[in-house]
């Protein structure tokens, strides 16, 4: 099965070009059985729950007619050359007049023209001489040429946008180029005066200071999306983290949290260490120079690295062979000396060494770098709103776009109708699952999860502790011994009142600190134990400090592939004295760890899933890739159900190259889920080989589809296996940025306490694919900002009888979100691909805390990477050990 376009690229997912109308459907015309799809064909449309209208955040488009010229560009250069530059030379090559009127370019290797360049002797292609006027170069030598050739590519009839979104044209390379061009038509104008990425431009006039040498600048999104029957722009609020612009010794300052510049100058003591993380912060930021020996003007330079000693003790010879320094050298050229000569200089990437003080970081450059949690924090509530707010700063954005203004949209012919946004769609509101819980619940089946009160619901299947220890990784006189019993007392009231039968009262209490050997301290107190009860414990309950990640790290390590324990932490600062709810959510947290169920779908919702005569396994998978700029490897996971009401799930990881998007080892790690399963069909389940051999197989995949999964399930895991399941693969996307908003936030009909639309939310008309089966699911209630909602595609159905209604695949996903074990309420996502995510980011876990570092590049690049990776402890390869929190 071949991958599909990401969503956010410029292949968007289909629609109806030209005008109105509301994608319901009635009247279109009948979709083309020649037609082929990259997903599944929508099998019709839902019509399951309260029907109810919604804002969506889009405008409407009428599709040109035209004829679209593509043609690429290709400049001659030895490397990459920065895309202002590129966009300049193009702006500047479209003077001459065979380019009128001028044509988008999206400032790498394409360019769209509403006319045919006639290019000279009537070939296709022509080589132009550019020069750049005399901006990166001194005023006594000429301005550098650029040679570019412009070549014919294609040309396209935008008519195919019209059979298109009307069903009657499959997607293929017109249409991908076609839904490419109006693209870039569409951001030519805003990102010719403002930083831009892939698909947003960002402007100055809203930004937050939030340290660490950066800012966050408010940024505005969109995107051609073909819909059924018509063409929308969907227009949404983004945001971009910048450097912080100006004089770069300041900056590198707040970056390494210092005030003094002294404390940059290596003869002060400036380790190693500290110059990588200002190298890392630093590489690929442009800035500008003052120097005697550079024009004002001159084109920026660009840092490439840091030395590591002293301007004035970095020597070099000049061209008339006598040797100087950087310190001497700059004092001489300027006529005045350097005010901090003894910290270290930039090295750029021409070569050239520049003290850090002549240095002036630019402004407006988006910082492509792993995210410092601090500023994740800033971020997210910089980019909260609630619905309301951001409905309105969306419809006052309209302007920043530029349409009616637009020479690119209006050379084309692309209309579009401004007043039409918010435009409203038809949407459903499906129903909750009944959920059952445990005996002794006040009732034992309720309609939603509300919040978990241990007083009124017990664990579906809670567990026994009959052995434990408490290790406190805190001083003694910070958390004192009667604290300790106390919050001994407050964690078994709080596990029997959810039915976990907590047999020992007086466990075993340790002592240890930061400054010991964590796993020798776990050691220690499992071992009296096992003296104690000629046994080793059950679970070790740890009691961290504030800032424990290092701790905690060796905690999970010690317990999830060391030892083979159960580990439940919290935070010394919560558990003392906490009450009844905190301690049931440690529960909600606890009990599947230890092999438990907290709660199941009735006989009802279970029906949808749990079907004697077709045992379904529901998996779920995920990719995790490292920060950007680092070489670290990527992390793959699926897990999948077990049980036959698919609550109880077991999970595999494995690492792999960076940036890998494929599961390099997902017929593997399949495989010996199926077994697995198997075998708790077979032992728990005390099913017969028949009875247990799975007929359906429900794949979730988070983010993009598996070009390699039909292959690998049919010959490489199900033929091994001697099983023939019927398999379906849906692709869950949370990246995208359409965002449903009530008509009316006052009414509770339409919302909840958050403004936001209530959870059940469905929609599969009006914004979705023309022909393939894919509708967007709001399964949660809001809590702060506008909720996402997440978008299902089904790719793959694997014989033709495992075919899903609308309202069955509809009402499967949302049930999902029921069933995550730690969460009191619905939540995003299906549990599987939840589950999925955690075990990705839980990935240096895998990892000896005392082996490799892989925050450090050049280290996550070797092969101790793979050799260091270590399996799960074999006991907790039936258990949700990966649910996780310190609370």
């Known amino acids: 099965m071949p991958p599909r376009p990401a969503q956010e690229g410029g292949s968007a997912r289909g629609g109806r070009g030209g005008g109105g109308g509301r994608g319901r459907g009635a009247g279109r015309p009948p979709r083309a059985a020649h037609v082929r799809t990259v997903g599944v064909r929508r099998p019709g449309f839902g019509t399951a729950g309260r029907k109810i209208n919604v804002f969506t955040n889009a405008v409407e488009a009428t599709i040109p007619d035209c004829i679209i010229y593509h043609y690429d560009t290709i400049l001659p250069e030895d490397k990459v050359l920065p895309i202002r530059l590129t966009m300049q030379l193009i702006k500047q090559l479209q003077v001459e007049p065979e380019f009128h009127p001028a044509g988008a370019y999206d400032g790498r290797k394409n360019l769209f023209m509403s006319h045919r360049i006639n290019f000279e002797g009537g070939t296709d292609s022509r080589e132009y001489n550019v020069a750049m006027n005399g901006n990166s170069q001194p005023r006594d030598k000429p301005p550098r040429v650029y040679k570019i050739r412009i070549a014919k590519a294609n040309e396209i009839n935008a008519e195919v946008l019209h059979r298109y979104v009307n069903g009657q044209q499959s997607q293929d390379e017109s249409v991908l180029t076609t839904l490419t061009a109006l693209n870039v038509v569409i951001r030519a104008t805003p990102i010719q005066n403002n930083p831009f990425n892939t698909r947003s431009f960002f402007t100055s006039t809203e ?61 002060s003591g400036l380790p190693e260490r500290i110059i990588k993380v200002l190298e890392k912060y630093l590489r690929h930021v442009r800035v500008t120079v003052q120097s005697a020996a550079r024009e004002a003007g001159a084109r920026p330079l660009t840092i490439d690295s840091l030395t590591r000693v002293g301007a004035q003790d970095y020597r070099f010879t000049l061209r008339d062979n006598t040797e100087t320094n950087v310190a001497a050298y700059f004092q001489r050229m300027s006529n005045r000396p350097l005010q901090f000569p003894r910290i270290i200089c930039a090295k750029m990437t021409t070569g050239a060494i520049i003290p850090l003080e002549r240095c002036t970081i630019l402004p407006g450059q988006l910082a492509r770098k792993e995210v410092p949690p601090d500023v994740t924090r800033q971020m997210v509530e910089f980019s909260t709103k609630r619905p309301e707010e951001r409905l309105a700063s969306i419809k006052r954005s309209v302007g920043v776009f530029s349409y009616g203004q637009s020479e690119y949209v209006r050379n084309f012919g692309l209309a579009v109708n401004e007043q039409t946004l918010p435009i409203t769609i038809d949407a459903r509101q499906l129903a909750p699952p009944r959920l059952e819980y445990g005996q002794g619940s006040k009732e034992k089946v309720l309609s939603c999860l509300n919040c978990f009160r241990s007083r009124e619901k017990k664990l579906f299947t809670p ?160 990719v995790m890739h490292p920060a950007p700029g680092s070489d670290a490897p990527s992390f793959s996971a699926v897990v999948g159900s077990i049980d036959s009401r698919a609550v109880k799930y077991v999970p595999r990881i494995r690492v792999q190259r960076s940036r890998l998007e494929i599961i390099a080892n997902l017929g593997e790690m399949v495989k010996s889920i199926l077994e697995m399963y198997l075998s708790y069909q077979r ?22 589809s598996e070009g390699q999964f039909e292959e690998v399930m049919q010959k490489a895991v199900c033929r091994e296996l001697k099983i023939a399941p019927k398999i379906t693969f849906v692709v869950v996307g949370k990246r995208h940025h359409y965002r449903f908003f009530p008509k009316d936030s006052n009414s509770k009909q339409e919302a909840d306490r958050s403004g936001n639309c209530l959870a059940g939310t469905v929609v599969d008309r009006g914004i979705t694919h ?26 793959l159905i694997l014989f033709q009888d495992n075919k899903f209604s609308a309202d069955a695949m509809q009402n499967i996903c949302y049930y999902l979100c029921y069933y995550y074990a730690r969460a009191t309420r619905s939540v995003s996502i299906p549990a599987p691909v939840y589950y999925a995510d955690i075990v990705c980011s839980r990935a240096r876990i895998h990892y000896d805390p005392s082996g490799v570092d892989l925050s450090d590049t050049a280290s996550a690049a070797s092969t101790d990477l793979q050799s260091g990776f270590l399996p799960l402890n074999p006991y907790h390869l039936t258990k949700m050990y990966f649910m996780v929190s310190r609370i």
């Open 207 to 267: 930004i937050k200071e939030v340290g660490h040498g950066f800012q966050l600048w408010r940024g505005y999104f969109q995107s051609l999306r073909p819909s059924q029957g018509r063409l929308l722009i969907n227009i949404d609020l983004s945001t971009g983290m910048f450097h912080k612009p100006g004089p770069l010794i300041p900056v590198a300052l707040e970056v390494l949290g210092q005030n003094r510049p002294e404390s940059l100058s290596p003869s």
């Open 463 to 622: 567990q026994v502790v009959n052995r434990w220890a408490m290790v406190i990784f805190e001083s003694e006189n910070r958390f004192r011994t009667d604290v300790a019993l106390g919050v001994v007392r407050d964690f078994i009231a709080g596990c029997r009142s959810v039915g976990i039968d907590v047999r020992e009262t007086d466990p075993v209490i340790e002592y240890g600190s930061g400054q010991n050997d964590v796993k020798q301290v776990l050691r220690g107190a499992g071992g009296k134990c096992a003296q104690k009860h000629k046994k080793g414990p059950d679970m070790l309950l740890v009691i961290l400090p504030e800032g424990g990640n290092d701790i905690y790290r060796a905690v999970k390590h010690f317990g999830d592939i060391t030892q083979g324990v159960v580990t439940q932490c919290l935070k010394a600062g919560k558990c003392r004295g906490a009450r009844e709810q905190y301690w049931a959510n440690v529960c909600l947290k606890l009990n599947p760890k230890l092999g438990g169920i907290n709660v199941v779908p009735d006989a009802d919702a279970s029906k949808i899933l749990y079907d004697p005569q077709n045992p379904t396994i529901v998996f779920g998978a995920d």
């Open 683 to 704: 032992d728990a389940e005390k099913k017969t080989p028949q009875q247990c051999t799975p007929k359906r197989l429900l794949f979730f995949r988070d983010g993009v």
């Open 770 to 795: 023309p022909l393939e089966f894919d509708f967007y699911l709001q399964s949660h209630g809001g809590l702060l900002g506008t909720s996402r909602s997440a978008h299902y595609s089904v790719y």
